[in-house]
């Protein structure tokens, strides 16, 4: 190898490596090159127009793969953690509940423990690629000699600009992020923002979409909800303000009541909605000729609405049977 390259490479001279590499210590490369060789003229080629290059090149491929495998790690593990969070197993207190709260299936609360740790994944993700890959840029810049200082100094002009042009969506980001963190509501429950009160559909980390009553999909802004009534968390309660004549005896009225409420808490489909005894406040107001009395009925969440409405009907049929007139209270 050595007679070849000497013939190559005529007017080369043998040396030591350091003299052939023009450098008191030489690369690794270089001086593997002049070991293979032993040509000083060769080495001295090598050492001038090749070996930065490619020791730059290696660096560059080096931390590109390093930095694409660490990218690959990181998201392999967000995934699974939050593929776990996703679809873990649930403790039979938490299976219990959620057939209570959701009719009988758990079927919109692993929806909703799903879509959470899919909007986190998503964000860890892209927080991770951006910090991974960012790292590595600038170590590959810094790699080939550019001054790094300018190009910081731009960019955080640059982002401070775009953040004050894009604040209303940044600022719809973090709530997002927030309220998915806190669990303030998810899909199925019913909320009230002020501005729409439905169910939610889907929410996301820019925006929350809801259907109301009447079957409007409403999409508000995270940003935009500066506060938010759930009725599907924990627990819920029916309050009925019932009017009778003022005439009626009040007793009998509220032994009515209570019997009515009883006896739907003891009927098979509402055992499991209704949470505690039902109970008669007793009279709420006077309205004109109209005595107005209380009854509330702890739920489950996001079931008043549904027990509300069947107590009226209990209640009506008991008044009947009883002889009870229902008033129609003045405005007082």
């Known amino acids: 190898m050595s007679l070849v390259l000497g013939l190559l490479v005529p007017w080369a001279e043998k040396g030591t490596p ?3 590499c023009n450098d008191q210590k030489p690369t690794t490369a270089c001086r593997l090159v002049w070991n293979v060789s032993h040509n000083t003229g060769f080495t001295k080629f090598y050492a001038t127009w090749l070996d930065r290059p490619l020791a730059t090149v290696t660096w560059i491929i080096v931390t590109f793969a390093v930095a694409l ?3 690959n790690i990181a998201h392999r593990m967000i995934t699974k953690v939050t593929v776990r969070m996703a679809e873990g197993t649930m403790s039979e207190r938490v299976k219990e509940r959620s057939r209570t709260v959701f009719d009988g299936s758990p079927a919109l609360l692993n929806q909703r423990r799903a879509q959470r740790a899919k909007t986190l994944g998503s964000v860890l993700r892209s927080i991770s ?3 991974i890959m960012g790292t590595a840029a600038f170590s590959i810049l810094g790699s080939l000699g550019l001054n790094l200082a300018p190009i910081l100094a731009s960019a955080s002009v640059i982002g401070v600009a775009v953040g004050f042009g894009a604040q209303n969506i940044v600022k719809d980001f973090l709530a997002g992020l927030f309220m998915l963190l806190e669990d303030q ?5 019913v909320i009230d923002v002020g501005s729409a009160k439905g169910t939610v ?3 996301t980390l820019r925006v929350t979409r809801m259907r109301d009553v009447d079957g409007i999909v409403w999409y508000v802004p995270n940003g935009e909800i500066k506060k938010v009534g759930n009725e599907s968390q924990n627990w819920g309660r029916a309050v009925l303000d019932i009017p009778v004549d003022i005439s009626e005896d009040t007793e009998k009225v509220k032994e009515i009541l ?3 409420a009883d006896e739907m ?4 489909p509402w055992e499991g909605v209704i949470l505690e005894a039902p109970s008669v406040w007793g009279v709420q107001a006077l309205a004109g000729d109209a005595l107005v009395i209380r009854v509330v009925i702890k739920t489950a969440p996001g079931r008043q ?3 509300a409405r069947e107590l009226r009907e209990r209640v009506k049929r008991a008044f009947d049977e009883a002889g009870v007139s229902v008033a129609t209270p003045n405005a007082t």
């Open 18 to 20: 350091e003299a052939a």
């Open 69 to 71: 495998i660490v990218k």
């Open 129 to 131: 690629s951006i910090l």
């Open 185 to 189: 509501y998810g899909v199925g429950d």
């Open 201 to 203: 559909e889907a929410v």
């Open 258 to 260: 209570q019997t009515a």
């Open 265 to 268: 808490a003891a009927d098979s």
């Open 305 to 307: 609405g549904d027990v």
